[in-house]
């Protein structure tokens, strides 16, 4: 049994294992609401933000479990946009269903996409040290991204007044994400300002690639 768990079977980790919290057990619930008010810290630019995270390899890979706390929100966004018509290149148009397992694989491939890329950039850019934050800072961020979307998603974004709203919704969200990757990227990663928005640049146009492939994967 390795230093970072408790025994008796429950799951937790301590700071011996590279974890905040000096000599005591952490459970992931514990650590999720911890990572969630730092992602909150983060997005409003607070200097102590980072200080919220657990820090290690350990934690880059607990991490990515915030999908599945993100799935619900998701499923949620999913639920209310599934009848909306969804066009793919070539101007075909994906039916309910398959709009949903659509969306549901590319929010997957989504999650690992950027910081698989970041890893292969990670020399280049000069991020060696600092990639593990960001990463760890951005899955969680992305809980509250999920958090955002399925809050508006109720309001149509085509069709009369409804729609300008939730049109005007999705692009106040939008705005929002961009920011809170931008500040993530100074932060974590401690960049300037220019390579900072090129982490920004590189995140949306793998999304938009991802949601492209993979519609059009699924329509085949």
Known sequence: MGPGFRRGGEIGW???????????????LAEARRSLRAAWLLFLDRPESLE????????LFRSFAAFFIALPFYAIEIAFRQGDAVAIPGGVILGEETAWLSRIVALALAWVALPLVLALLRRPLGITATYQRFV?????GS??????????????????????????????????????LFVAARRALDIGIVRAAAV?????????????????????
Do not use: C, K, M, Q
């Open 143 to 180: 809980v509250l991204v999920a958090i955002a979307y399925a809050a508006i998603s109720p309001f149509p974004t085509a069709g009369g007044s409804l729609g300008e709203v939730g049109g005007i919704l999705s692009l106040t969200v939008l705005f929002l994400v961009v920011r809170f």
């Open 200 to 220: 920004v640049l590189l995140s949306l146009v793998l999304g938009w690639i991802i949601d492209a492939a993979t519609s059009g994967l699924i329509h085949v």
């Open 14 to 28: 301590n700071a011996a294992a590279g974890d905040i919290g000096a000599g005591r057990p952490v459970t992931f």
């Open 136 to 140: 760890i800072a951005r899955n969680w």
């Open 52 to 59: 919220g995270f657990s820090t290690g390899r350990a934690a």
